[in-house]
């Protein structure tokens, strides 16, 4: 099993619609929790923290349940500019704190 | 935010050739820099820990004398890929933690296409 499981997609909306992904981890013990997007050939960057309380950002929402191990990213009236790849992040458990990725989600927002 | 700028941006070599990659952060000191690969159509894979002064981290399945990594400064990190091969071909992403941001958040450098004939 892998440790941080997303649905591939793609998911393919229209401008201004609602679009939710969902992503599982496998270490209970998981500390931090992220969501970064990647667009195609670039390096990926931070989207948002999710935290146990739920977090907005603008248009975009995230929600972490600790106890089913499910983070969330709700994107309302998406943009042409919200199509990327999205990534679901764990951050482990070592001294180092590496980073753990999901294979990614890719969100085409059509006009 | 932080910035961490990668050395070449993309480069093309012949079977054999070794390749060092640089990483550097630009207004902040990383104590611990990441080395990650990414085949097409696939995520981000942690290769190696590189922590300033002392030797890398490798995850399993690296070979660490084949992805020779250097920290030599708190403000550099160096990857070399010896006797790169077609297989070696990849997208390498460095990332640097800066203490003074969160707790957790890595900034990661545009990274590096590396193309092996």
């Known amino acids: 099993r892998k440790e941080v499981e997303q649905d591939p997609g793609p998911f393919n909306v229209p401008e201004g619609a609602t679009v939710a992904f969902n992503c599982t981890y496998s270490n209970s013990a998981s500390q931090s929790f992220f969501w970064y997007r990647q667009d195609c050939r670039k390096e990926p960057k931070l989207l948002m923290s999710v935290y146990s309380s739920g977090n907005e950002d603008g248009r975009f929402t995230a929600q972490l349940n600790r106890a089913s191990q499910y983070i969330s990213l709700l994107i309302r009236d998406s943009k042409l500019s919200d199509s990327a790849t999205y990534l679901c992040?764990?951050?482990?458990?070592?001294?180092?704190?590496?980073?753990?990725f999901g294979s990614g989600t890719q969100l085409t927002v059509l006009p | 935010g932080a910035v961490v700028s990668q050395h070449p941006s993309w480069v093309i070599c012949k079977s054999g050739t070794s390749v060092k990659i640089e990483c550097r952060s630009l207004?902040?000191?990383?104590?611990?820099m990441f080395w990650y690969r990414q085949f097409p159509k696939q995520s981000l894979m942690l290769m190696a820990t590189s922590n300033e002064g002392s030797k890398a981290t490798y995850e399993q399945g690296v070979e660490k004398d084949k992805f020779l990594i250097n920290h030599a400064s708190l403000t550099l990190s160096t990857l070399t890929v010896t006797s790169a091969h077609p297989e070696d071909s990849s997208f390498y992403i460095c990332?640097?933690?800066?203490?003074?941001?969160?707790?957790?958040?890595?900034?990661f450098g545009p990274g590096t296409r590396l193309t092996v004939l």
């Open positions: 990332s640097a933690r800066a203490e003074d941001y969160s707790y957790n958040e890595q900034f």
């Open positions: 207004d902040f000191q990383a104590t611990t």
């Open positions: 992040v764990v951050s482990g458990t070592g001294s180092a704190r590496q980073l753990t």
